[in-house]
Nanobody, 115 residues
Framework: QVQLVESGGGLVQPGGSLRLSCAAS????????MGWYRQAPGKQRELVAT???????NYADSLKGRFTISRDNAKNTLYLQMNSLKPEDTAVYYC?????????WGQGTQVTVPS
């Protein structure tokens, strides 16, 4: 079955950087659009970025220039490089793929940027 496992979250000071990873299994990773989403306390889950099988990327407008999504098809792994982190980036970050109209999510990884 499809499994997505995120890692790389943690506590980082404002202005710092983190790189999140999402290891995928049980699917042909290279053919699917992959995405990162996040959910802050008391807020709805929101799109961070997506990357297609042809490496075309899309970002939430507010995150352009600070976050970079990438993928390594040889390693079945999705990445999110986050720079210049702000307290408002504090959230649980989730990896996502849609296969046959079904959403698959990882368990999430917590990113905390103290104010």
């Amino acid at each position: 079955q499809v499994q997505l496992v995120e890692s790389g979250g943690g506590l980082v000071q404002p202005g710092g950087s983190l790189r999140l990873s999402c290891a995928a299994s049980g699917m042909i990773f290279s053919i699917y659009t992959m995405g990162w989403y996040r959910q802050a306390p008391g807020k709805q889950r929101e799109l961070v970025a997506t990357i297609t099988r042809r490496y075309s990327t899309n970002y939430a407008d507010s995150l352009k220039g600070r976050f970079t999504i990438s993928r390594d098809n040889a390693k079945n792994t999705l990445y999110l490089q986050m720079n210049s982190l702000k307290p408002e980036d504090t959230a649980v970050y989730y990896c996502n793929v849609i296969i046959a109209n079904k959403d698959y999510w990882g368990q999430g990884t917590q990113v905390t940027v103290p104010s």
